[in-house]
């Protein structure tokens, strides 16, 4: 099975910053990746599939990058609605597994 | 406007059974692989189950093997998972998704004695 794991688990961050958050793949998984995020007491989000390929309704300060198993995700000016918990998950083959999480706080 | 609706959530008996739906609006079931994710109290995502979309092929996480069945109806354009043998572990909110995309509001499985 492939693990993920993220980095950090948590950061501190201000309005305006740029943020980058880390997930590894145990094996490589090509560009089978999507991001999530997820506001306490809601259902998760997608942001992004294939690694980098933004969803409609996701602004463009979040992009996406990485292929095989170290992949990135950044937001280039946090905005107050974007202090959340980040997921990644793989989804290249079953089990589809999701990294621990990443919380955004101020 | 896509919709996944899940519903079958509520309090049950250690041992005993639960069967959650998905209802799903705004795409067809055999155009995208599905799945079931679950989230304890104060934990991450936990991939749970997924079926292909072509049906044919059906996966489960080692925590629910043998215990949890993922189907679907087509015609009702609806997902399902069957969950027998519960144990107080398998409390949580489950959330049905299309493969990267989509997501339900989720139900709430609660399990204890």
């Known amino acids: 099975d492939i693990q993920m794991t993220q980095s950090p688990s948590s950061v501190s961050a201000s309005i305006g910053d740029r943020v980058i958050i880390t997930c590894r793949a145990s094996?490589?998984?090509?560009?089978?990746l999507a991001w999530f995020q997820q506001k306490p007491g809601k259902a998760p989000k997608s942001l992004m599939f294939g690694a980098s390929i933004l969803q409609s309704w996701v602004p463009s300060r979040f992009s996406g990058s990485g292929s095989g198993t170290d992949f990135t995700l950044t937001i280039s000016s946090l905005q107050p609605e974007d202090f959340a918990t980040y997921y990644c998950?793989?989804?290249?083959?079953?089990?589809?597994?999701f990294g621990p999480g990443t919380k955004v706080v101020l | 406007e896509v919709q996944l609706v899940e519903s079958g959530g509520g309090w049950v008996q250690t041992g005993r059974s639960l069967r959650l739906s998905c209802v799903v609006s705004g795409f067809t079931l055999d155009r995208y692989g599905m799945g079931w994710v679950r989230q304890g109290p104060g934990k991450g995502l936990e991939w749970v189950s997924g079926i292909s979309s072509s049906g044919v092929t059906t996966a489960y996480a080692d925590s629910v093997k043998g215990r949890f069945t993922i189907s679907r109806d087509t015609a009702k354009n609806t997902l399902y998972l069957q969950m027998s043998s519960l144990r107080p572990e398998d409390t949580g909110f489950y959330y049905c998704?299309?493969?990267?995309?989509?997501w339900g509001q989720g139900t709430l499985v609660s399990v204890s004695s």
């Open positions: 998704a299309s493969v990267a995309d989509y």
């Open positions: 094996q490589g998984i090509t560009n089978s």
């Open positions: 998950q793989h989804y290249h083959a079953y089990p589809y597994s």
